[in-house]
């Protein structure tokens, strides 16, 4: 089989370490010749970078491995790249999340106002890193994590409008297959066979079943939910926070048990309960600067001064869990090299799989995916509640990628007040006033 050139983009990414796990657990399947980490951050590359190097040594000798800040190297006859960059980085998702909160709104990295300025910094650089790709190789797989992942895929999809090898990925319903495996305690995620429709972060599973003798698991893990709770598959090492938003879904199931909500719907579903249990002084970008961001870099150092990775404690855990993050973007690769056919929930534009749902809406479905890329299933028309739920968001997404292209103060403000987590003009205008003074480095000027 030929090998590939495979180059990360947000090389520096906490997410990282995962993904090259990842690349070690798939050799076979999906054999690498070069790996290239690109960052703009050079103290955080070069911690990655040496981390990567040290890695692969122990666990890919074969595997050249190189990490540059330099567009042409990184992006020069790729096959594969992945992105994962974040643009203003923690200290402007602090910022994102802490200006909705003081304003009595939800702050949340992807979700509402939050998401909103995370928008609008992270289309320019966006664009920016597909032009040079393109430049370089313009035939490679870009496959896109980067977040907001909706408002992401919109602006790329409006952008580059004859691109067919971007895809826009997240791993939250991989994440919430694996938390449904964990508490029925008999079946593989890999085993279930998923029904879902919505956007990015905003989705629900309409059903479940078993690969193997086609069971409707749907009914028996709504009511564990009900019965027992809901946490994460990993919920031994995941950040308090998170457990309090997983234990939160029993809570939209008991008010509305028609479909399998995603985690993130509750930011707009329940903002009122939602907002009560975020600390306004201490949020989740918080939490990840002195938890994940602190523990990865601790390890790259670590494992760098020691010069070897056999001291490292991260990688033995990596190893021998499952990774959503990590499996996923490496699986999705793979099914396109190797033209699987497998069905993943993905970002593609609508184009008829939601009748009733715009043409050009970039929507959320199950995808049966190879080597030409996602084709979706048909998921058929929706019923009033879920369509107008979703016709409100897409108009705020839309909305958001108008107001970037066009510099637009007002359609920035209409996005905001379509917001769910926001609804009211004046508090919109408010939060989008000082939006606009922290963010000045990074947004397009508004008029
Ligand atoms: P992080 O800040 O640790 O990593 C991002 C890296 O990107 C940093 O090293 C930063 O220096 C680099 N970067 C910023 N701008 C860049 C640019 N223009 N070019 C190249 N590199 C650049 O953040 P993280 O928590 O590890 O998350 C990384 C990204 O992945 C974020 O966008 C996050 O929202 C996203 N993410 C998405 C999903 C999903 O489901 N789609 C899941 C997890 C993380
Ligand atoms: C999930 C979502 C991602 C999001 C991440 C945030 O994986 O699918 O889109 O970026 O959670 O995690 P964090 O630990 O950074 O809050
Ligand atoms: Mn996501």
Redesign the pocket.
């Known amino acids: 089989m030929e090998k590939l050139r495979v180059c990360i983009?947000?090389?520096?990414?906490?997410?990282t370490p995962g993904i090259l796990v990842g690349m070690i657990k798939k050799k076979k399947s999906f054999p690498l010749k070069k790996l290239v980490l690109?960052?703009?951050?050079a103290e955080?590359?070069e911690k990655m970078g040496k981390y990567a190097l040290l890695l692969m040594k122990e666990y890919y000798p074969e595997l050249e491995v190189i990490y540059t800040a330099d567009k042409e190297t990184a992006f020069k006859d790729m096959d594969f790249v992945f992105c994962?960059?974040?643009?203003g980085?923690?200290k402007m998702r602090e910022l994102d999340e802490k200006i909705p909160l003081r304003n009595g709104a939800i702050g949340q990295?992807?979700c509402g106002a939050g998401g909103f300025a995370y928008g609008m910094r992270?289309i320019g650089?966006m664009i920016?890193?597909v032009e040079e790709i393109r430049i370089h190789s313009p035939r490679a797989w870009i496959i896109n994590?980067?977040?907001p992942?909706a408002i992401v895929a919109l602006a790329l999809d409006m952008a580059f409008p004859n691109e067919k090898r971007i895809l826009n990925?997240?791993?939250?319903p991989i994440s919430l297959m694996m938390a449904y495996a964990r508490l029925l305690g008999n079946i593989k995620y890999q085993d279930m066979i998923p029904h879902y429709f919505g956007l990015n972060h905003f989705g629900w599973f309409t059903k479940i079943i078993n690969k193997n003798n086609n069971e409707d698991l749907t009914e028996k893990i709504k009511q564990k939910i009900l019965e027992e709770g809901f946490y994460p598959a990993d919920k031994e090492s995941r950040d308090p926070s998170w457990l309090v938003t997983y234990e939160t879904v029993r809570h939209m199931l008991e008010l509305d048990p028609t479909y399998l909500p995603n985690t993130y719907l509750q930011y707009y579903l329940l903002p009122r309960r939602t907002l009560s249990h975020l600390n306004p002084e201490y949020t989740r970008a918080n939490e990840?600067m002195d938890g994940?961001?602190k523990r990865v870099f601790s390890e790259c150092e670590r494992v760098i001064s020691s010069g070897t990775i056999r001291v490292s404690a991260l990688v033995e855990k990596e190893m021998n869990k499952e990774d959503a993050?990590g499996e996923m973007i490496l699986e999705i690769a793979e099914a396109i090299l190797h033209d699987q056919g497998r069905h993943y929930v993905m970002m593609v534009k609508n184009r008829g799989v939601i009748p009733n749902l715009p043409e050009e809406a970039i929507v959320e479905v199950v995808c049966e995916l190879g080597k030409e890329g996602p084709k979706p299933l048909p998921v058929g028309k929706i019923g009033t509640y879920h369509k107008g739920l979703i016709e409100q968001q897409y108009a705020y997404e839309k909305l958001t990628c108008d107001a970037y292209f066009e510099g637009s103060y007002l359609k920035a403000l209409q996005a905001l007040t379509l917001n769910r987590t926001i609804i009211d003009m004046e508090l919109a205008k408010k939060i989008l006033d000082e939006l606009i003074i922290a963010n000045k480095d990074y947004w397009p000027v508004l008029k």
Do not use: K, P, W
């Not at 994962?84 to 643009?87: D, Y």
């Not at 990925?169 to 939250?172: F, W």
């Open positions: 983009a947000g090389g520096g990414s906490t997410y690109y960052d703009i951050d955080r590359l994962q960059i974040r643009t980085g923690f990295e992807t992270s650089d920016r890193l994590y980067t977040n992942a990925i997240c791993d939250q990840v994940r961001e993050h």
